[in-house]
Structure formats: C-alpha cells, structure tokens
C-alpha cells in the first residue's frame, strides 16, 4: 500500500470521542505524537504519526464503544496538517512539519470544529 498524504477527506472518516467532543486534541505521548524539546517547548516532530481516525468499515469492525464523531468527505484539513492514509481503513491527522505541542493542539481543535455528532456505537 502507498502512503499518500491528503490535505481534503477522501470519505467519511470517523474518530470515537465522548458526548460532548470527539477529542482530537487528547494527544497521548509518544504513542500519537512524537516530541522533543525545543528551548523548553515541546515541538511535535512531523515523522507520519499523528490522531487516528477510522474508515466507517474500520469502525464498525472495531470492539470499542463511545461517541462517534464523523469529519465529512470533502472537508478541507486546516494549513499545517495533512491527513496520512497508512494502512487499510486507516488515517493519522498529522502536522506538515515540525511545530509547537501547543499550535498542533490550535490545529486540532480548528479540525474538531468541523466534526458532527453521529451516534453512540456499543461493543455487542
């Protein structure tokens, strides 16, 4: 499979969060993000890793439960990040290049914003 890097939602992708945010911005070091440490700031490193986000196929496959919150096919990801499709039913919102935990954090939320509600899925 080739990686691609999209900067528009290719398909509806999806993201378990909770009732009131689909928490794109809940960044678990270094499992989503790595990081160094610049001058005190922590500077996430743009080497491919970022906040996973699930095809529908993917999501309804996978056993977890909470809120489901859809990004539409079609949105435009905000300038500094880049969508990573890197394995099947699979994408990491990721930063383009090298930048401040707290300007990732900025671009995340401004993404966030462009997510819908959609249902709360149960493990069966």
Known sequence: MQVEDLFLAPEDLYRLGN????????????KDV?????????VVVANGKGISLSTKQRLDS?????WVWKIPKGVQVPS????????????????VSN???DEFKGLLSKM???????FKKQVV
């Open 19 to 30: 009732s009131t945010s689909p928490r794109l911005t809940n960044i678990r070091r270094p």
């Open 80 to 95: 500094g990040l880049r969508l990573l499709n890197d394995r099947p039913g699979h994408y990491s919102l990721c930063p």
């Open 99 to 101: 930048m401040p935990l």
């Open 34 to 42: 790595d990081t160094i440490d610049v001058n005190g700031i922590a």
């Open 62 to 66: 996978a056993p977890m439960s909470g």
């Open 112 to 118: 966030a914003m462009k997510c819908q509600k959609v």
